[in-house]
Nanobody, 117 residues
Framework: QAQMMESGGGLVQAGGSLNLSCAAS????????VQWYRQAPGKSRDLVAS????GRANYADSVKGRFTISREIRVWLQMNALQSEDTGVYYC??????????????WGQGTQVTVSS
């Protein structure tokens, strides 16, 4: 099955840091563009950070200077200076080529991040 798998979420105090990771399942042969999304309770799923296959990163204004997206084997989201507004479920999404040569968007199940103030 071709999907992404997030890990690294948890409970952290305001001002703290977390490093989320996203790994590809065995059904994925190649990963192209990747994104991290956040869904706060009762709100829509919003784009937080993106990284193109060519290495260009973009961030939501609310996380610029605090979050860093990177890619080395896995896809990472380093989150520093966390605020209560960063609380939510974080999802990894990637445009991939599967082992059956199909190209598609693949989502993970999400990882919960809770920032206590």
């Amino acid at each position: 099955q071709a999907q992404m798998m997030e890990s690294g979420g948890g409970l952290v105090q305001a001002g703290g840091s977390l490093n989320l990771s996203c790994a590809a399942s065995e059904g994925i042969a190649s990963i192209y563009d990747v994104q991290w999304y956040r869904q706060a309770p009762g709100k829509s799923r919003d784009l937080v950070a993106s990284l193109t296959a060519g290495g260009r990163a973009n961030y939501a204004d609310s996380v610029k200077g605090r979050f860093t997206i990177s890619r080395e084997i896995r896809v990472w989201l380093q989150m520093n200076a966390l605020q209560s507004e960063d609380t939510g479920v974080y999802y990894c999404n990637a445009y991939v080529k599967t082992t059956t040569a199909r190209e598609q968007h693949s989502w993970g199940q999400g990882t919960q991040v809770t920032v206590s103030s």
